[in-house]
């Protein structure tokens, strides 16, 4: 009787028939293939009491090395028999689980594994097709490692390691999204963050820091960029990026390169007298960062020259308690011409 046949008379009975607790009984072997991929699985199918099991193995596309499997059938309430079976790849040892759906009407059904890897559960199929993506130990796409905080282990959820005196020009973690970017990051690194167009690393906290990096000797936080920002950060209450430095050395440094401002509430800026803001000798400034605060370190420079052709004696800074607003003025105490214009830094303490 032609193997297809026994299968689905298989089925059939699998599905008509309760199970026994008879003896163990062999019903026949048979193959598919876990399409799109060539790898053929060959099962065979034996009744042991009240239990269908299957033994056989992965071809793995016709290697030299077979890979062992073993499984058990069940009847599914839909009309479906269920294959569950595991493989253990050769070489390496590590374990594919596969969930299989077979039809009794054709022998053939679906199947997925737990690496994410999914297609035909083909009956006697034979095609070409790539082999089957070796299993990594990784969540499947769209899951999670969950782990409960009663049984952490440490104080981190999940961690990746790499031993040994020099590390490797690469990365313990990386997450790429997209096709890799043309600037390409080779230095020796724990995560690493590749994005075509997008951010490479987001870190989001409602209350905490977002993204901390903690380094010896190094850098904690480094950030490489080819057109836009090298390190981006976003913050409704705190700073945005905090540099602290430990020792005598600067918390922040600038390797080359000057400080740009941008967006409507800039630390520096440019104000210009009109006569709406001078009173006397002196002109208010009205400026988020300034308004309110009288701890703000506040720097002045006139400026004098293309467009600002109003000379201006020396100049200096108070903050005006009953307006809330800093103000520039004459030391001179003469009285402040309107279009005066001033560079004006601001450093909140």
Do not use: K
């Not at 689905?8 to 309760?18: D, E, G, N, Y």
């Not at 967006?263 to 988020?288: E, Y």
């Amino acid at each position: 009787m032609p193997f297809t046949i026994r299968l689905l008379a298989l089925l059939a009975l699998l599905l008509a028939f309760p199970l026994s607790p008879a003896a163990a009984q062999p019903f026949g072997t048979f193959t598919w293939q876990l399409q799109p991929f060539c790898n053929r699985v060959t099962l065979t199918i034996n009744q042991d009491g009240a239990v269908y099991s299957l033994d056989g193995f992965d071809d793995q596309c016709g290697a030299p090395q077979r890979a062992p499997v073993v499984g058990t059938a069940v009847v599914n309430p839909d009309g479906t028999a269920g294959l569950g079976f595991t493989v253990v790849t050769t070489p390496g040892g590590r374990a594919v689980h596969v969930d299989a759906r077979v039809s009794p009407a054709t022998g053939s059904g679906t199947w997925r594994d737990d690496a994410g890897n999914a297609g035909t559960f083909a009956l006697g199929a034979a095609t070409a097709g790539p082999e089957r993506r070796e299993p990594t130990g990784a969540p499947a796409p769209g899951g999670f490692i969950d782990v409960s905080a009663a049984t952490l282990a440490g104080s981190y959820g999940f961690g990746v390691i790499i031993t040994g005196a020099t590390p490797p020009a690469g990365a313990a973690i990386v997450a790429q999204w997209g096709e890799p970017p043309t600037l390409s990051v080779s230095v020796a690194s724990a995560i690493r963050g590749v994005s075509r167009d997008e951010s490479g690393v987001v870190g989001a906290s409602t209350s905490s820091v977002g993204v901390n990096g903690i380094s010896e000797t190094g850098t904690g936080v480094g950030g490489r960029s080819a057109f836009g920002p090298g390190v981006f950060g976003i913050s409704q209450h705190g700073p945005a990026v905090r540099a602290l430095s430990l020792g005598a050395g600067p918390a922040l440094e600038l390797n080359n390169g000057g400080i740009a401002v941008a967006g409507t509430v800039r630390p520096a800026f440019q104000h210009t007298a009109t006569a709406g803001t001078i009173s006397g000798n002196l002109t208010r400034i009205d400026h988020p960062l300034l308004n309110g605060n009288p701890a703000a370190m506040v720097y002045v420079t006139h400026v004098y020259g293309p467009g600002s052709n109003v000379y201006v004696p020396a100049v200096g800074v108070y903050y005006d308690a009953g307006a809330s607003r800093w103000t520039i003025f004459r030391e001179d105490l003469g009285a402040m011409p309107v279009s005066a214009t001033f560079n004006v830094l601001v450093v909140i303490q």
